[in-house]
């Protein structure tokens, strides 16, 4: 099989775990890496813990090939992703000049500069993540980037992340059709399909509605004509159970 650059998102933040606010990052995160060759294949929701997160943190940056983190980058005083990645690294955190200088930019009382400056802080061998909002940047360390937990704020950071910066590879493209039919039943023909294709992945996902149920299946990867030709395997499949795929 082709190697993959894989993705790993570890989502931080007591607030998505108290269902409170409901995470986007992650749809968004895995359609924007799948177009510079990047397959998001695991991800986590963790608290704010810093036991957790560091462990968390380098469990998964020996795993994966790029990992990415979201939320606690904040100026308040559980905003305490800095401080594990540092401690994940073994390095100290210092004020980044190109980050206070941004943050500084905006007047405010002495303790609310001081808050604010918490998001300039960045452990040692860091590299910045751009921010097209104008507003504080994030890093990257190793090969953990670290991000804003606001969707709007986090997708302009992701959309600095660069093919060559992330090791990635030829865009993710998928294929998909669906049919009447149970996943029970279509199950041995689509792993012999599987089998024929170690480069693409299918999968098959039930849907319910008001004219029956039946299955979705999905093809992923990276060479567009094994894609086709997994397709058409597919589709001659359903034609051989007696029905008609129809575009998914």
Same mark, same amino acid.
């Given at each position: 099989?082709?190697?993959?650059?894989?993705?790993?998102?570890?989502?931080?933040?007591?607030?998505?775990?108290?269902?409170?606010?409901?995470?986007?990052?992650?749809?968004?995160? @895995? &359609?924007?890496?799948?177009?510079?060759?990047?397959?998001?294949?695991?991800?986590?929701?963790?608290?704010?813990?810093?036991?957790?997160?560091?462990?968390?943190?380098?469990?998964?940056?020996?795993?994966?090939?790029?990992? #990415?983190?979201?939320?606690?980058?904040?100026?308040?005083? =559980?905003?305490?992703? @800095?401080?594990?990645?540092? &401690?994940?690294?073994?390095? /100290?955190?210092?004020?980044?000049? *190109?980050?206070?200088?941004?943050?500084?930019?905006?007047? @405010?009382?002495?303790?609310?500069? /001081?808050? +604010?400056?918490?998001? @300039? +802080?960045? !452990?040692? *061998?860091?590299?910045?993540?751009?921010?097209?909002?104008?507003? !504080?940047?994030?890093?990257?360390?190793?090969?953990?980037?670290?991000?804003?937990?606001?969707?709007?704020?986090?997708?302009?950071?992701?959309?600095?992340?660069?093919?060559?910066?992330?090791?990635?590879?030829? $865009?993710?493209?998928? +294929?998909?059709?669906?049919?009447?039919?149970?996943?029970?039943?279509?199950?041995?023909?689509?792993?012999?399909?599987?089998?024929?294709? !170690? =480069?693409?992945?299918?999968?098959?996902? !039930?849907?319910? +509605?008001?004219?029956?149920?039946?299955?979705?299946?999905?093809?992923?990867?990276? =060479?567009? /004509?094994?894609?086709?030709?997994?397709?058409?395997?597919?589709?001659?499949?359903?034609?051989? #159970?007696?029905?008609? $795929?129809?575009? *998914?």
């Amino acid at each position: 099989m082709k190697k993959v650059t894989t993705g790993c998102l570890i989502i931080i933040g007591n607030e998505i775990l108290s269902g409170r606010t409901q995470d986007t990052n992650l749809q968004h995160l @895995a &359609k924007a890496l799948n177009e510079v060759g990047v397959r998001m294949v695991h991800a986590r929701v963790i608290p704010d813990v810093e036991d957790i997160i560091v462990e968390t943190v380098n469990e998964c940056r020996k795993a994966y090939d790029n990992v #990415f983190t979201t939320g606690g980058i904040g100026p308040t005083h =559980d905003d305490i992703t @800095a401080d594990c990645i540092a &401690k994940a690294f073994g390095k /100290a955190l210092y004020l980044h000049p *190109d980050i206070e200088a941004i943050i500084r930019k905006r007047e @405010a009382p002495p303790e609310v500069m /001081a808050s +604010r400056l918490r998001m @300039a +802080r960045v !452990p040692e *061998d860091s590299v910045l993540i751009d921010n097209p909002t104008g507003g !504080p940047q994030g890093f990257q360390i190793g090969n953990v980037y670290v991000m804003a937990g606001v969707p709007m704020v986090m997708q302009a950071m992701v959309s600095t992340l660069t093919k060559e910066r992330l090791g990635g590879g030829e $865009p993710v493209r998928s +294929r998909s059709v669906g049919a009447y039919l149970s996943e029970g039943q279509v199950a041995v023909p689509l792993g012999e399909i599987q089998d024929r294709h !170690p =480069d693409v992945d299918l999968g098959s996902y !039930p849907f319910y +509605r008001q004219d029956g149920y039946g299955t979705n299946l999905v093809m992923r990867g990276t =060479d567009e /004509a094994e894609l086709d030709v997994m397709l058409e395997e597919v589709r001659q499949m359903i034609v051989g #159970f007696g029905q008609e $795929p129809f575009e *998914d």
